[in-house]
């Protein structure tokens, strides 16, 4: 079993940064892939990014450039870095790990972008 902790979102101004982290318990060995995904209010479930085990990085077009997936192993920790945001990004933003092909999800962390 995989436990994924979610943390770090909050209520930010448009064009400010956050760093939300997830942090990886139980079983973490043999992860495919980690990455992130976000409810926005409204809308569909859409992933934002995923990082495969040999370090290959995808990202939702409206993120490239603006958000950065990073996994800091000793800490079994995975991070969104999310740079210039935009009310647009309002969501609840859940991390997910893929584990010997069996997904995992956290709770999530809600992050709010005023203008």
């Known amino acids: 079993q995989v436990q994924l902790v979610e943390s770090g979102g909050g209520s930010v101004q448009a064009g400010d940064s956050l760093r939300v982290s997830c942090v990886v318990s139980?079983?973490?060995?043999?992860?495919?892939?980690v990455g992130w995904s976000r409810q926005r209010p409204g809308h569909q479930g859409e992933v934002v990014t995923t990082m495969l085990s040999d370090g290959t990085t995808t990202y939702l077009d409206s993120v490239k450039g603006r958000f950065t997936v990073s996994r800091d192993n000793a800490k079994n920790t995975v991070y969104l870095q999310m740079i210039n945001l935009k009310p647009e990004d309002t969501a609840i933003y859940r991390c997910?790990?893929?584990?010997?092909?069996?997904?995992?999800w956290g709770r999530g962390t809600r992050v709010t972008v005023s203008s």
């Open positions: 139980g079983a973490v060995d043999n992860i495919d892939s």
């Open positions: 997910k790990v893929v584990r010997r092909g069996a997904a995992y």
